[in-house]
């Protein structure tokens, strides 16, 4: 994970700890803009960290690598911080206080990660006491409803399924009053994977929340979409709405700009991101650890 920005920000450390001219920086920090923009990081946002450093050297010549570094981790964690804070969990047992079950709608385009990540947060869930039900509102792609199944199975929870071809959002609702007539806590609704360009699959979708006014809509992107995520984020927020954002398979992504990009230009809480296929695979969107992982002394 991260390796691709991981090597973008030691090569700078090299050349910038120190004094060095007004052109030469520029040069530098032109090549490092690129370099950023290979790594899916969006445009503004490469910008954006490339004029911040270039305010800070220009306020105050960095004399070494320790002073480097400081500033290159100050400016991504300001970055990964746009992204506002929400714990998951706590915010769960916020709403199940207030109101049983807690909806959740699954979001994203086709093979991002959803009904995977939908498992582990289960899995999740689970372990911290909350009573979860699934729902099949995938009633779309042929071996959806098995790969659900198979993990409310291994997970050893209820289900919620109607035949193939029947209306997403009566299976998400039948979901939902099953939880209420049992009094379970948390309703995880998956569903089809869409293009976000797909009109009648996003109308689907608006009537899935039409009819069970979720509690969070959480859309699902793949790291390795790169700069797409973001223009699906903005696509899903703008059509659907977006309350929260999990980034599926980080593990997989090298260069890791999609994090940064997500963060700064979207500013939705990232909740979660994917590190694997098992299902304690899921880690909690730490911008701090983050940015260890890509601003570290050479070693
Ligand atoms: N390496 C890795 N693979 C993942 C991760 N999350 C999901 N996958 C894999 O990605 C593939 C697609 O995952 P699904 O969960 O089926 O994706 P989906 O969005 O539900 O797909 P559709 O239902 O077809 O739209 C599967 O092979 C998963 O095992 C992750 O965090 N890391
Ligand atoms: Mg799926």
């Known amino acids: 994970m991260f390796e ?5 920000f030691r090569g700078l450390t090299e050349k910038i700890s ?3 001219s007004k052109k030469t920086l520029t040069e530098i920090l032109d090549e490092i803009f690129l370099e950023l923009v290979e790594c899916d990081v969006a445009y503004v946002v490469a910008e954006k960290i490339v004029e911040e450093i270039r305010l800070r050297y220009e306020e105050r010549p960095f004399k070494n690598h320790n002073e480097v570094l400081n500033v290159l981790k100050e400016i991504i964690l300001n970055i990964l911080e746009k992204a506002s804070n929400q714990n998951f969990i706590n915010e769960i047992t916020k709403h199940a206080s207030k109101k049983k079950p807690v909806t959740i ?4 385009i086709n093979g991002v990660g959803k009904t995977t990540t939908i498992a582990k947060i289960a899995k999740k869930l689970r372990d911290h006491g909350f009573k979860v039900v699934l729902s099949a509102a995938d009633t779309y792609r042929a071996g959806a409803q098995e790969q659900i199944e198979y993990h409310a199975k291994k997970l050893n929870l209820p289900i919620i399924k109607h035949k193939y071809g029947s209306d997403p959002a009566a299976v998400a609702y039948d979901t939902v009053r099953y939880a ?4 379970l806590d948390v309703v995880l ?3 089809a994977g869409r293009m976000h360009t797909d009109i009648d699959l996003v109308n689907e979708l608006k009537k899935i929340v039409r009819v069970v006014e979720p509690d969070f809509k959480t859309l699902v992107v793949d790291a390795l979409t790169g700069n797409d995520a973001l223009e699906q984020a903005k696509m899903f927020n703008e059509q659907v709405g977006v309350d929260n954002i999990v980034i599926a398979k980080m593990d997989a992504d090298v260069k890791g700009g999609v994090a940064l990009s997500l963060a700064y230009v979207i500013q939705k809480p990232i909740v979660f991101i994917g590190v694997g296929q098992k ?3 899921l880690e909690k969107f730490d911008p701090q650890k ?6 570290s002394e050479a070693k």
């Open 4 to 8: 691709g920005l991981r090597r973008i």
């Open 18 to 20: 120190g004094k060095i």
């Open 105 to 108: 709608v699954f979001l994203g």
């Open 180 to 183: 209420e007539n049992r009094g």
């Open 189 to 191: 609704i998956d569903t």
């Open 279 to 281: 299902y304690d695979d």
């Open 290 to 295: 983050i940015v260890s992982l890509i601003i």
